[in-house]
């Protein structure tokens, strides 16, 4: 059976989903953390997930520089935080 839906419908069927805490450090020290959605698990062994970013954000400019940045799970405690996040 076939639906037709608008694009704002349509769009809205994408959310929610999991949201993560990307969190990096630069070659100063200065820790930044950025929420992050646009994350898909791409392989099991090794375990790897693919992040995307934008290309000309704090976090990207980070990661280019230092090759390093964690991925951390947030519970729903947390749910302030990470809408602070952005």
């Not at 704002?8 to 100063?28: F, G, S």
């Not at 698990?41 to 964690?70: M, Q």
């Amino acid at each position: 059976m076939k639906n037709e839906v608008s694009l704002n419908e349509a769009y809205n069927l994408l959310h929610p989903r999991t949201v993560v805490l990307i969190c990096t450090k630069d070659m100063n020290g200065k820790v930044n953390v950025m929420s992050c959605s646009w994350i898909t698990p791409v392989s099991d062994e090794p375990p790897l997930v693919a992040i995307s970013l934008w290309t000309k954000g704090y976090t990207h400019k980070v990661i280019d520089e230092t090759k390093e940045f964690t991925v951390n799970i947030p519970t729903s405690k947390l749910k302030e935080k990470v809408w602070l996040a952005g």
